[in-house]
């Protein structure tokens, strides 16, 4: 069965929510698809104590402010699911939950979807799949070799999970200190946190709203001809939220250098010694899901689509939202989507309507 609309968003997390509001008040015809069985997106898979770097009045989606949490200043990732369910309730948002995208393909004037429940053809498509479900592990020398447990990021929940036991937290953005920070808090885990270089703690009073206004300052100032202003990096590289705060301050957050190679029971050090070890948890990161993606033949050898605003340049009918910097700044946050989602919504808008005039003359 081939259904048509004028749009298909792919993923039904906040970037996909976030364009099915601005598709809607353009007034077109659209649907979400979206592969998780439920709302929520990437939150529903959030480890048990992760909080947002932002307040609830400076986490929202465009026309719904998030309720505060009660006893929280930062919500917790829980929050984040009612707030994401209650949304797509609200603007009732055409998503169809359970429905994996398996290719986008040209067909005529057309983009035809190839789901695992039927194909769609679209004047449009916007994807908004993200990164969570691309976990990236690096290789290492002797990774075949170590005998313990290896996880990543996606996979980690709670330190009960690991009590007793030596593990290596690999990785110095946020997602390894708060889970380093985690696991050495709950004082049942001998943990050790490794890094590529040293890490470089935000002052403690920045959080979310200071790097959405840096994010939105560096990439108006690429767009205006002018300089770099350094972006984020420039402040650091991870938010000193409370528990990392604690953490640090108690002395139980301390990085060591990245270790030369893995062994069958832990790793080895650069200067020759050894660490015994039960677990690693990867902490390093995650690629674009573009797979869907491949027949168009837009990835350039970094993995990106080359994009203007949140239009592939090689395919004006597709739009990537929510990917990172490339796709709109801060476009991967809550609160910094709705600007490039609105960009899309009006792109599309009005590359339909010069359609529909060319198609009556």
């Known amino acids: 069965m081939t259904r048509h609309v004028d749009v298909v968003v792919v993923g039904g997390g906040q970037a996909g929510l ?8 353009r ?13 929520g997106g990437s939150w529903r898979h959030m480890w048990d104590s992760l909080h947002l770097f932002s307040p609830a009045d400076h986490s929202s989606l465009p026309g719904r402010l998030m309720p505060v949490q009660p006893g929280e200043t930062y919500p917790d990732a829980g929050h984040v699911v ?31 979807v190839e789901t695992d429940s039927g194909t769609w053809r679209a004047r449009a498509v916007i994807s908004a799949t993200g990164t969570w479900s691309r976990p990236f592990v690096p290789a290492m020398t002797g990774g075949g070799d170590f005998t313990g447990r290896q996880t990543h990021t996606v996979n980690y929940r709670r330190p009960a999970d690991f009590a007793g036991q030596r593990v290596l937290v690999v ?19 001998e943990t050790t946190w490794v890094t590529r270089r040293h890490p470089r703690f935000l002052p403690d009073d920045i959080d979310g709203r200071v790097l959405f206004d840096v994010a939105t300052a560096r990439r108006r100032a690429l767009d205006e001809g002018r300089g770099d202003t350094g972006g984020v990096a420039s402040l650091g590289d991870v938010v000193a939220v409370p528990p990392v705060r604690a953490a640090r301050d108690a002395g139980l957050l301390r990085a060591h ?17 050894r660490t015994d070890a039960d677990a690693i948890i990867w902490c390093t990161g995650f690629r674009p899901a573009l797979a869907h993606l491949a027949p168009l033949g837009l990835r350039g050898p970094r993995g990106h689509v080359e994009t203007s605003g949140t239009e592939a340049v090689g395919e004006p009918r597709l739009h990537l939202l929510g990917y990172g910097d ?4 801060a476009s991967a946050t809550l609160i910094g989507v709705g600007r490039p989602a609105r960009e899309a919504a009006h792109r599309i808008a009005r590359l339909l309507d010069v359609r529909r005039v060319g198609a009556s003359d």
């Open 18 to 25: 976030a364009a099915g509001y601005h598709l809607r008040r």
């Open 326 to 329: 490339w796709t709109g700044p």
């Open 257 to 273: 250098p990245m270790f030369r190679r893995l062994t069958a029971t832990g790793v080895q050090w650069a200067d020759g010694s």
């Open 82 to 112: 009612d707030y994401l369910t209650d949304y797509e309730k609200r603007y009732d948002l055409p998503v169809r939950h359970g429905t994996r995208v398996d290719a986008v393909r040209r067909d005529g004037d057309r983009l035809r």
């Open 27 to 39: 007034g077109l015809d659209f649907t979400i698809l979206d592969a998780d069985p439920a709302p």
């Open 171 to 189: 990785g110095g953005g946020n997602s390894g200190a708060q889970i380093a920070a985690d696991l050495a808090l709950d004082g049942h885990v």
